[in-house]
Structure formats: C-alpha cells, structure tokens
C-alpha cells in the first residue's frame, strides 16, 4: 500500500507564507512527476505546480513568482513553498504522484488526502 500524506496547511494572513509537504510512503520503486494541486468552494481542481524526476518545473500563472515547488527523493517528498499569498489562494490543495511499485512496477497515479489553506485576515 502506498500513501501521500500531507502537511502544513493552516490559517494565515494575507501576504503571508505557509509551506507545504507530502510525503509518500510504503513499498515503492520509483517516483515520477509529483504536483499539487488546489480546489476552492465550487471551483474545479486546478493545477498549481509539478516537478518531474529530472527536477523540471511548471506553475499555474495564478501563482508565478510567490510558490516554489521542490522535491527530496531521498525522502520520497514533495515541498511547496507559498509566499505573498492572496484570499484566492484559499483552497483545499492535494499531493500527487506517479508511483512504480511491485509487483507490476506500472506507474500509476496517487493522491493524498487534502490539507487546507486559508489566507484570511
């Protein structure tokens, strides 16, 4: 059994900074594109940033310049790091990754539970 297991999110005042991590955990060979990804009250889930194995990285435009994606593969984890951030940044953001296990070593995709992000004054 693999799992994403998110941290970090919480209340904070416009403008400020929270960073998030997922951890992923369990029999695992292989890791590739980790992303987050966010979904606030009626909205669709949208992308926010992915990095790939080969640390290649992509941002939604919404959030360019303030958050940094980042990953360890030692430790099997991926960072987010949100600056200047903004009431519209308030959201429910979710851990994914495509993970090789055996015995079929396929790569599939992950998700992890949600952590939440109010930015609020």
């Known amino acids: 059994q693999v799992q994403l297991v998110e941290s970090g999110g919480g209340l904070v005042q416009p403008g400020g900074s929270l960073r998030l991590s997922c951890a992923a955990s369990?029999?695992?060979?292989?890791?590739?594109?980790m992303g987050w990804y966010r979904q606030a009250p009626g909205k669709e889930r949208e992308l926010v940033a992915q990095?790939?194995?080969?640390?290649?990285?992509n941002y939604a435009d919404s959030v360019k310049g303030r958050f940094t994606i980042s990953r360890d593969n030692a430790k099997n984890t991926v960072y987010l790091q949100m600056n200047s951030l903004k009431p519209e940044d308030t959201a429910i953001y979710y851990c994914k990754a495509v993970i090789s296990r055996p015995p079929s070593y396929t790569y599939l995709e992950r998700w992890g539970q949600g952590t939440l992000v109010t930015v609020s004054s």
């Open positions: 990095i790939t194995s080969s640390l290649s990285t």
């Open positions: 369990g029999t695992i060979f292989s890791i590739g594109t």
